[in-house]
């Protein structure tokens, strides 16, 4: 039997993310409509659905007049996280994106009164987290992440974990590429939720914000 998936794995991803992203836009669209959203034949779309089922990463529910419903779970969400980095990384639109992002999580941080910031994550998001806080009233206190060597990233001290920071802060920012869910989770658990900010592009929520995914 010929099969009819992409044997180019930057395709097959490319249709996966496009696929995750319609199903958490609106899972009980049918999928002769999804086919038609991403130019690609039903019969594919039917077989990566199945994939992505047996994967984990969306699970089917009933839907009105006999339908299915699809939810993206909560190990869909961090694969659409991390395919979409993964896109953004090849090419300037993640440094474009980021910088977009950051500018208003720092905004929206500034709003809520939260001034001095730690980022989660050395990353390349790292540069563009301090230089959207540049010319700023927010502070970037540190940047915690385990794995990385202690020492100062672009003036910023770099340590191995929260309680290594040396002074207050008030709230954290993900700056994590490839572990961004992990840190995400961590720190919300820490902080609580209204303490934790992350860009979209991340596609980061609290879990029990995820309604039926949780």
Same mark, same amino acid.
């Given at each position: 039997?010929?099969? +009819?998936?992409?044997?180019?794995?930057? &395709?097959?991803?490319?249709?996966?993310?496009?696929?995750?992203?319609?199903?958490?836009?609106?899972?009980?669209?049918?999928?002769?409509?999804?086919?038609?959203?991403?130019?690609?034949?039903?019969?594919?779309?039917? *077989?990566?659905?199945?994939? *992505? @089922?047996?994967?984990?990463?969306?699970?089917?529910?009933?839907?009105? *007049?006999?339908?299915?419903?699809?939810?993206?779970?909560?190990?869909?969400?961090?694969?659409?996280?991390?395919?979409?980095?993964?896109?953004?990384?090849?090419?300037?639109?993640?440094?474009?994106?980021?910088?977009?992002?950051?500018?208003? +999580?720092?905004?929206?941080?500034?709003?809520?009164?939260?001034?001095? +910031?730690?980022?989660?994550?050395?990353?390349?998001?790292?540069?563009?987290?301090?230089?959207? *806080?540049? &010319?700023?009233?927010?502070?970037?206190?540190?940047?915690?992440?385990?794995?990385?060597?202690?020492?100062?990233? +672009?003036?910023?001290?770099?340590?191995?974990?929260?309680?290594?920071?040396?002074?207050?802060? &008030?709230?954290? @920012?993900?700056?994590?590429?490839?572990?961004?869910?992990?840190?995400?989770?961590?720190?919300?658990?820490?902080?609580?939720?209204?303490?934790?900010?992350?860009?979209?592009?991340?596609?980061?929520?609290?879990?029990?914000?995820?309604?039926?995914?949780?």
């Amino acid at each position: 039997m010929v099969s +009819i998936l992409p044997t180019d794995e930057k &395709d097959s991803d490319r249709l996966v993310l496009g696929l995750l992203n319609s199903v958490e836009a609106d899972g009980a669209r049918s999928q002769r409509r999804i086919a038609a959203e991403l130019g690609v034949a039903l019969g594919l779309v039917n *077989a990566y659905l199945k994939r *992505a @089922v047996k994967k984990g990463l969306v699970k089917v529910g009933q839907a009105p *007049a006999r339908r299915y419903a699809y939810y993206l779970t909560p190990q869909g969400f961090s694969e659409k996280s991390r395919l979409t980095v993964q896109f953004l990384s090849d090419s300037f639109l993640l440094f474009r994106k980021a910088k977009e992002e950051y500018a208003r +999580i720092l905004d929206r941080a500034q709003a809520l009164g939260l001034r001095r +910031i730690v980022l989660a994550g050395h990353s390349d998001l790292c540069e563009v987290a301090i230089l959207s *806080a540049v &010319d700023t009233p927010v502070s970037i206190v540190a940047i915690v992440d385990v794995d990385a060597v202690a020492g100062r990233f +672009i003036g910023v001290q770099v340590v191995p974990s929260y309680a290594s920071v040396g002074e207050p802060f &008030d709230a954290v @920012v993900v700056t994590h590429l490839t572990a961004a869910r992990n840190v995400f989770d961590d720190a919300v658990s820490r902080f609580g939720a209204e303490r934790v900010l992350a860009p979209d592009l991340l596609g980061l929520r609290p879990r029990q914000q995820q309604g039926a995914v949780s």
